[in-house]
């Protein structure tokens, strides 16, 4: 499997699980104190690292730190905007389309060359 992909699939995995962990207590958590939160989240979170470290380790061994960010923040965008709009219920915003835009502009200048 070539290396952007693997590196694509756990960086896909890795977002999800840090989505959870950053915005699914909003929802879930909001009766419970800050630190029942903060834990939980923790514990979700050590998921998105055991994805996202050996991603970008495997993804550095073909593709520059530049790429390796820009493809993470497309993928960061790409599972929040599912999540806000089915989990937590949010409304469609055209701003995610602009934002989706200027990504479209980063991914190529940073994979141009």
């Known amino acids: ?4 992909i693997r590196t694509s ?3 896909i995995l890795s977002n999800m699980f840090m989505t ?3 915005y699914g207590h909003l929802k879930n958590l909001s009766d419970k104190k ?3 939160a903060a834990i939980l989240s923790w514990g979700i979170a050590l998921f998105e690292y ?9 993804g550095y061994t073909e593709l520059t ?5 820009i493809l993470q923040e497309v ?7 599912p999540f806000a709009m089915v989990y937590m219920k949010q409304p ?20 141009r060359s």
């Open 34 to 36: 800050w630190y029942i």
């Open 1 to 4: 499997m070539p290396v952007i």
């Open 65 to 69: 730190l530049s790429q390796l960010k």
């Open 20 to 22: 959870f962990a950053w």
């Open 75 to 81: 993928i960061t965008l790409s599972v929040f905007i």
């Open 50 to 58: 055991l994805l996202q470290v050996p991603a970008n380790r495997i």
């Open 9 to 11: 699939f756990m960086l």
């Open 92 to 111: 469609f915003k055209l701003d995610y389309v602009w934002a989706a835009l200027c990504l479209v502009g980063a991914v190529y200048f940073m994979f």
